[in-house]
């Protein structure tokens, strides 16, 4: 025991020493203060202000200032995805900025952009609008005008962009773009057009509604159009319905206004629908270029903001972080200062001072910061150093668990017994050859991948190379041990030590096989595979290895759980944890792990199941041929007298005992006692 508590300590063994500290520090350099203290990431502030809200606290607009910058970025973030770009990860470089002049920066680019996006969807309406009132021209002429070519309306699309004589007219499309009733008496008739889907529930309640006094007419649009409703481009049907009376006008009216129809008043005249038609053709060409100059305006401005997107983000996200931490300090009598207090490691003390000292240099500050080691009467916080190597698996434990103060780590043992236990499962030296080549990828271009932004799955899998690192080599030196390259067997060390007696040798039966050299050097003998007892063979080993590692993994848990017992002076769970534990685990499991080594040693044939089954059910009855070594049935009842009375030992006396000991903590008269 001596060697061992002369042994040097390891930064991952046991968490940092910590010591809790207070800061006094002056107005004018708290925030450069807290920054510095933030790029160092050695020190943790208590919250003094906890019995405050949030918006109660000294810089609360600042952190809604950050909170406002965040969403006006998050919205610059989503407008360049809709357009189709993506955010530059190297930000163009350019002189550092101010919080003041990035939100008034901010501010003018959310104008700008809203006031962009508000006129492209005026035009986009305005352009969708005249798109389906020139289908509904095109579509709905055969049917006021029966048989109507559409000669004239293909050469109109043709020659209209060319021929400006038309201009000369009087335009005719404001006019009839207003409803009004096509005639005075007689046959009147409403147009336009609705989504394809709703064409046969709008014409069965249009007959519904007139009683069938109409004559519904339909044609496909042709091309997609964007619906207003969904936004979404659909397939739509231009329609005229053919009435009578001013009662029914009024219902079809209702029933468009219902089924989301838009409706085209257009002329009866030949005449007039092609004047309409020029002009609509007209307005639609220029409404085309004016809206592809705003879209090239929208998406030079938000490259602009790409380029610096990301360090704007990590600018605010920063701030945010630095008033939020300034929140929860509190001000002294003279609100001069600000007083905080924190827990850092013991070896960070001189770094933390440096950077103190820095902050008061950069800011001009008459008075330094104070820093002074104080006592505390709460637990210390857990921190353990890590690196890129270590880092995965102290994530992997403290995902189960983080281990208090001072506690003995299991990220140091994980780092062997997390790869290596995968292996054992995953034992195949091709595959894992695979997984090495994948992991070796994964960090030669460890920088690279390291400031760019990956998704999900890749950023676990980034994470964690070190881990697949030492997974592929435990894969693979496991697979040589089952002598598995993508399931089939190789002759790596030799040729097997058994060969063919008879013709039964394809059953690998001891009949059928006769062993006439040493046993094979490594791993598995080949001759196993293919053979009838294959599965059972395997199964067997692999079945008892895992049984083997199992206890020898519990056996180091119970085991640690004694050198933090002996760290910290607690012979109460040495005698009543780690003991009975040890006696009740090792009585059982550790009997049969036992058992399993003896039969492998000595290749006996006796079965183990029936040796621990009838060690409850018959503790005193012979074991016949499943007897493996001399005195084994008194042993047997020996175990098992052990395990009954440590199960006992293991769950009783503790909590009696502690409830006792804080029992007599609670009397006053032994507070007295030790407070004299």
Same mark, same amino acid.
């Given at each position: 025991?001596?060697?061992?508590?002369?042994?040097?300590?390891?930064?991952?063994?046991?968490?940092?020493?910590?010591?809790?500290?207070?800061?006094?520090?002056?107005?004018?350099?708290?925030?450069?203060?807290?920054?510095?203290?933030?790029?160092?990431?050695?020190?943790?502030?208590?919250?003094?202000?906890?019995?405050?809200?949030?918006?109660?606290?000294?810089?609360?607009?600042?952190?809604?200032?950050?909170?406002?910058?965040?969403?006006?970025?998050?919205?610059?973030?989503?407008?360049?995805?809709?357009?189709?770009?993506?955010?530059?990860?190297?930000?163009?470089?350019?002189?550092?900025?101010?919080?003041?002049?990035?939100?008034?920066?901010?501010?003018?680019?959310?104008? /700008?952009?809203?006031?962009?996006?508000?006129?492209?969807?005026?035009?986009?309406?305005?352009?969708?609008?005249?798109?389906?009132?020139?289908?509904?021209?095109?579509?709905?002429?055969?049917?006021?005008?029966?048989?109507?070519?559409?000669?004239? /309306?293909?050469?109109?699309?043709?020659?209209?962009?060319?021929?400006?004589?038309?201009?000369?007219?009087?335009?005719?499309?404001?006019?009839?773009?207003?409803?009004?009733?096509?005639?005075?008496?007689?046959?009147?008739?409403?147009?336009?057009?609705?989504?394809?889907?709703?064409?046969?529930?709008?014409?069965?309640?249009?007959?519904?509604?007139?009683?069938?006094?109409?004559?519904?007419?339909?044609?496909?649009?042709?091309?997609?159009?964007?619906?207003?409703?969904?936004? /979404?481009?659909?397939?739509?049907?231009?329609?005229?319905?053919?009435?009578?009376? /001013?009662?029914?006008?009024?219902?079809?009216?209702?029933?468009?206004?219902?089924?989301?129809?838009?409706?085209?008043?257009?002329?009866?005249?030949?005449?007039?629908?092609?004047?309409?038609?020029?002009?609509?053709?007209?307005?639609?060409?220029?409404?085309?270029?004016?809206?592809?100059?705003?879209?090239?305006?929208?998406?030079?401005?938000?490259?602009?903001?790409?380029?610096?997107?990301?360090?704007?983000?990590?600018?605010?996200?920063?701030?945010?972080?630095?008033?939020?931490?300034?929140?929860?300090?509190?001000?002294?009598?003279?609100?001069?200062?600000?007083?905080?207090?924190?827990?850092?490691?013991?070896?960070?003390?001189?770094?933390?001072?440096?950077?103190?000292?820095?902050?008061?240099?950069?800011?001009?500050?008459?008075?330094?910061?104070?820093?002074?080691?104080?006592?505390?009467?709460?637990?210390?916080?857990?921190?353990?150093?890590?690196?890129?190597?270590?880092?995965?698996?102290?994530?992997?434990?403290?995902?189960?668990?983080?281990?208090?103060?001072?506690?003995?780590?299991?990220?140091?043992?994980?780092?062997?017994?997390?790869?290596?236990?995968?292996?054992?499962?995953?034992?195949?030296?091709?595959?894992?050859?695979?997984?090495?080549?994948?992991?070796?990828?994964?960090?030669?271009?460890?920088?690279?991948?390291?400031?760019?932004?990956?998704?999900?799955?890749?950023?676990?899998?980034?994470?964690?190379?070190?881990?697949?690192?030492?997974?592929?080599?435990?894969?693979?030196?496991?697979?040589?041990?089952?002598?598995?390259?993508?399931?089939?067997?190789?002759?790596?060390?030799?040729?097997?030590?058994?060969?063919?007696?008879?013709?039964?040798?394809?059953?690998?039966?001891?009949?059928?096989?006769?062993?006439?050299?040493?046993?094979?050097?490594?791993?598995?003998?080949?001759?196993?595979?293919?053979?009838?007892?294959?599965?059972?063979?395997?199964?067997?080993?692999?079945?008892?290895?895992?049984?083997?590692?199992?206890?020898?993994?519990?056996?180091?848990?119970?085991?640690?759980?004694?050198?933090?017992?002996?760290?910290?002076?607690?012979?109460?769970?040495?005698?009543?944890?780690?003991?009975?534990?040890?006696?009740?685990?090792?009585?059982?499991?550790?009997?049969?792990?036992?058992?399993?080594?003896?039969?492998?040693?000595?290749?006996?044939?006796?079965?183990?199941?029936?040796?621990?089954?009838?060690?409850?059910?018959?503790?005193?009855?012979?074991?016949?041929?499943?007897?493996?070594?001399?005195?084994?049935?008194?042993?047997?009842?020996?175990?098992?007298?052990?395990?009954?009375?440590?199960?006992?030992?293991?769950?009783?006396?503790?909590?009696?005992?502690?409830?006792?000991?804080?029992?007599?903590?609670?009397?006053?008269?032994?507070?007295?006692?030790?407070?004299?």
């Amino acid at each position: 025991m001596k060697y061992i508590d002369n042994l040097p300590s390891m930064d991952l063994m046991r968490s940092e020493k910590m010591m809790f500290a207070q800061l006094i520090i002056p107005v004018e350099s708290a925030h450069r203060a807290i920054s510095y203290l933030g790029e160092l990431g050695l020190l943790q502030f208590r919250d003094l202000n906890d019995d405050k809200s949030p918006f109660q606290r000294t810089f609360v607009n600042q952190v809604k200032r950050c909170a406002e910058m965040s969403r006006k970025l998050r919205f610059f973030k989503d407008q360049i995805h809709k357009a189709g770009l993506m955010p530059s990860p190297h930000p163009v470089s350019q002189p550092d900025i101010e919080l003041e002049e990035l939100e008034i920066r901010l501010a003018e680019h959310e104008h /700008e952009l809203i006031e962009m996006n508000g006129n492209s969807e005026k035009l986009q309406q305005t352009y969708n609008e005249l798109l389906e009132f020139k289908m509904v021209l095109q579509k709905a002429g055969d049917f006021l005008v029966p048989g109507e070519s559409h000669s004239e /309306e293909t050469e109109l699309d043709e020659n209209v962009y060319t021929n400006n004589d038309y201009s000369d007219t009087v335009s005719l499309l404001e006019q009839e773009m207003q409803p009004g009733p096509s005639n005075q008496s007689g046959v009147k008739f409403i147009s336009g057009i609705i989504c394809k889907s709703k064409v046969l529930r709008f014409e069965r309640m249009l007959f519904r509604a007139t009683r069938g006094n109409m004559l519904f007419n339909q044609a496909p649009a042709g091309d997609r159009i964007l619906d207003r409703a969904s936004n /979404e481009m659909v397939q739509k049907t231009v329609f005229v319905v053919f009435f009578s009376g /001013e009662q029914a006008r009024k219902k079809i009216l209702k029933i468009c206004e219902a089924f989301g129809a838009n409706c085209y008043p257009i002329p009866e005249d030949t005449t007039k629908r092609r004047q309409i038609t020029r002009e609509v053709l007209s307005r639609l060409s220029e409404l085309e270029t004016t809206l592809d100059a705003g879209l090239h305006h929208r998406d030079a401005a938000l490259t602009s903001i790409g380029f610096q997107l990301t360090k704007w983000m990590n600018m605010v996200r920063r701030e945010k972080a630095i008033y939020d931490t300034l929140n929860m300090l509190n001000f002294d009598v003279t609100k001069k200062c600000l007083v905080g207090e924190g827990w850092c490691p013991v070896f960070a003390k001189t770094k933390i001072q440096e950077a103190l000292q820095r902050a008061t240099f950069d800011s001009n500050s008459q008075m330094g910061i104070i820093f002074h080691v104080m006592d505390s009467v709460e637990p210390p916080p857990t921190y353990f150093r890590t690196n890129h190597f270590t880092n995965a698996y102290q994530e992997i434990v403290d995902a189960y668990g983080v281990a208090k103060y001072q506690e003995a780590n299991p990220a140091v043992y994980t780092i062997v017994t997390f790869p290596f236990l995968f292996a054992v499962m995953f034992g195949d030296w091709g595959h894992g050859i695979c997984l090495l080549l994948g992991a070796l990828i994964l960090i030669a271009r460890e920088k690279r991948l390291g400031s760019q932004k990956l998704g999900s799955f890749m950023e676990m899998l980034f994470g964690g190379r070190y881990v697949l690192l030492m997974m592929s080599l435990f894969s693979i030196y496991c697979g040589l041990i089952y002598n598995e390259f993508f399931s089939v067997p190789f002759h790596i060390f030799g040729t097997s030590a058994y060969k063919c007696r008879d013709a039964t040798c394809s059953d690998a039966r001891s009949v059928g096989l006769v062993k006439y050299r040493d046993t094979y050097p490594f791993g598995v003998d080949p001759s196993w595979r293919g053979s009838r007892s294959e599965l059972p063979f395997l199964n067997s080993l692999k079945m008892k290895m895992s049984i083997l590692f199992g206890v020898a993994q519990m056996n180091l848990g119970i085991v640690l759980s004694y050198f933090n017992a002996r760290y910290f002076s607690s012979s109460l769970d040495i005698k009543y944890q780690f003991v009975p534990q040890m006696i009740f685990l090792n009585s059982l499991f550790g009997y049969l792990s036992l058992l399993i080594i003896i039969k492998w040693c000595t290749g006996s044939q006796a079965d183990l199941y029936h040796v621990m089954i009838y060690m409850f059910l018959s503790p005193f009855e012979g074991l016949g041929e499943n007897k493996l070594f001399w005195g084994q049935s008194v042993l047997q009842v020996i175990l098992l007298l052990l395990a009954v009375i440590a199960v006992p030992w293991m769950l009783f006396p503790k909590p009696f005992i502690l409830k006792r000991l804080h029992t007599e903590i609670s009397r006053p008269g032994i507070w007295n006692s030790w407070d004299l």
